[in-house]
T-cell receptor, first 115, second 111 residues
Framework: DAGVIQSPRHEVTEMGQEVTLRCKPI?????LFWYRQTMMRGLELLIY????????DSGMPEDRFSAKMPNASFSTLKIQPSEPRDSAVYFC?????????????FGAGTRLSVL | GESVGLHLPTLSVQEGDNSIINCAYS??????FIWYKQESGKGPQFIID?????DKRQGQRVTVLLNKTVKHLSLQIAATQPGDSAVYFC??????????FGQGTELSVKP
């Protein structure tokens, strides 16, 4: 199994630009999670989907952030417009929900730098 | 002003010694717990899990202990190796489909 695949691995952009992060979950998993990790705040859950439907987006910082999951094998996290304080590592994770265990498997992350 | 980052607890051990990493969780209704390992430049990696109806679970070189009375979780690593150097996170499942992660502990293994 290839695991959770994220792209790009690194993104450098200028303030005000649109940024799109991509995620391919593990095949067969039905829950997908977007996290942000910074030195200041640690690992924060931004949003998660179950069966392609957003369940909880209470962690999304503000309206500049949006996430979509058009199908079971693809999700995007978009920041528009980006700001320097958005600089962080963004992780996508997937799991097989509906069973007792809730092991989330993480991708390698996208390191975002907004200048 | 000056920014202040998270000050991760750090555990430094000698290669070959046993390591114990502790975690306090917040929700007494949490029914499932996971330990993750995060190496530099990588995503968190699943190590071991435990349900709330157990108080101990063993894996390969790792043991997780759960004390529900004081809401405490620990991860024991036997014969610690340099490759074990990483940040370790505990996470609790609060029955809402989400995992709540702790701040992490940095383990440093001296050869």
């Amino acid at each position: 199994d290839a695991g959770v695949i994220q792209s790009p691995r690194h993104e450098v952009t200028e303030m005000g630009q649109e940024v799109t992060l991509r995620c391919k979950p593990i095949s067969g998993h039905n829950s997908l999670f977007w996290y942000r990790q910074t030195m200041m705040r640690g690992l924060e859950l931004l949003i998660y989907f179950n069966n392609n439907v957003p369940i909880d987006d209470s962690g999304m910082p503000e309206d500049r952030f949006s996430a979509k999951m058009p199908n079971a094998s693809f999700s995007t996290l978009k920041i528009q417009p980006s700001e320097p304080r958005d600089s962080a590592v963004y992780f996508c994770a997937s799991s097989l929900a509906g069973i007792a265990k809730n092991i989330q498997y993480f991708g390698a992350g996208t390191r975002l730098s907004v200048l | 002003g000056e920014s202040v980052g998270l000050h991760l607890p750090t555990l430094s051990v000698q290669e070959g010694d046993n390591s114990i990493i502790n975690c306090a969780y917040s929700n007494s209704a949490s029914d499932y717990f996971i330990w993750y390992k995060q190496e530099s430049g990588k995503g968190p990696q699943f190590i071991i899990d435990i349900r709330s109806n157990m108080d101990k679970r063993q894996g390969q070189r790792v043991t997780v202990l759960l004390n529900k009375t004081v809401k405490h979780l620990s991860l024991q690593i036997a014969a610690t190796q340099p490759g074990d150097s990483a940040v370790y996170f505990c996470a609790e499942n609060n029955q809402g489909g989400k995992l709540i992660f702790g701040q992490g502990t940095e383990l440093s293994v001296k050869p």
